[in-house]
């Protein structure tokens, strides 16, 4: 079994920042694509940002210039820094990560974190 486990969310004033980490743990040969959503109280859930193993990198609009995305494939992990936070940044934040569980096997599979809040005040 693999379990993804989000830490850093929390309260900050408008113009602040935060640094949001998701570590992988489990079952796992290697990691593809990890990337981060978040979704805001009756709204989809969007993309924020995703990177991929050779660690290109994509961002929603709204994030440019503000958040960055990488990952530290010795610990299975992903994070998020956040800066220049807006009160319209006030979401759910999710980690998804593509997991290749077996040497032999080409599946990848899906796994999501349980979700983080992350709240900015104006």
């Known amino acids: 079994q693999v379990q993804l486990v989000e830490s850093g969310g929390g309260l900050v004033q408008a113009g602040g920042s935060l640094r949001l980490s998701c570590a992988a743990a489990?079952?796992?040969?290697?990691?593809?694509?990890m990337g981060w959503h978040r979704q805001a109280p009756g709204k989809q859930r969007e993309l924020v940002a995703d990177?991929?193993?050779?660690?290109?990198?994509n961002y929603a609009d709204s994030v440019k210039g503000r958040f960055t995305i990488s990952r530290d494939d010795a610990k299975n992990t992903v994070f998020l820094q956040m800066n220049s936070l807006k009160p319209e940044d006030t979401a759910v934040y999710y980690c998804?990560?593509?997991?290749?569980?077996?040497?032999?096997?080409?599946?990848?599979?899906?796994?999501w974190g349980q979700g983080t809040q992350v709240t900015v005040s104006s």
């Open positions: 489990g079952t796992i040969f290697s990691i593809n694509a």
């Open positions: 998804n990560a593509m997991i290749r569980k077996r040497s032999w096997s080409l599946n990848e599979y899906d796994y």
């Open positions: 990177i991929t193993s050779g660690g290109s990198t």
